[in-house]
């Protein structure tokens, strides 16, 4: 079992930054990758970033390449995502979560475990 807890979440301004983290319990946190994806009013859920349970590897949806970093640090089972130059377009709640996957690690559908979101809103 593993839970999650994001944090870092609030307003900014275009063009700001802000960086989110999401806290793990367990003692198993290595084992996982970790994917963050998030959801605007009105729309489905979808994937921004992941990183294999190394870090050896990363993803990332194009909307935010370049922009957003994903990290983690597995001695604070902990993940991050640093989020520069944010648009109004990436106003949503973000939820970290875990997978024991490997692969497909872009589909909702691979992770085992959610967190409660956190609220990012950009200003225009």
């Known amino acids: 079992q593993v839970q999650l807890v994001e944090s870092g979440g609030g307003l900014v301004q275009a063009g700001g930054s802000l960086r989110l983290s999401c806290a793990a319990s367990g003692r198993t946190f290595s084992s996982y990758a970790m994917g963050w994806f998030r959801q605007a009013p009105g729309k489905e859920r979808e994937f921004v970033a992941a990183?294999?349970?190394?870090?050896?590897?990363?993803y990332y949806a194009d909307s935010v390449k370049g922009r957003f970093t994903i990290s983690r640090a597995n001695a604070k089972n902990t993940v991050y995502l640093q989020m520069n130059s944010l648009k109004p377009e990436d106003t949503a709640v973000y939820y970290c979560a875990a997978s024991i996957r490997v692969d497909y690690l872009r589909d909702y559908e691979s992770y085992d475990y959610w967190g409660q979101g956190t609220q990012v809103t950009v200003s225009s």
């Open positions: 990183i294999s349970w190394s870090g050896g590897s990363e």
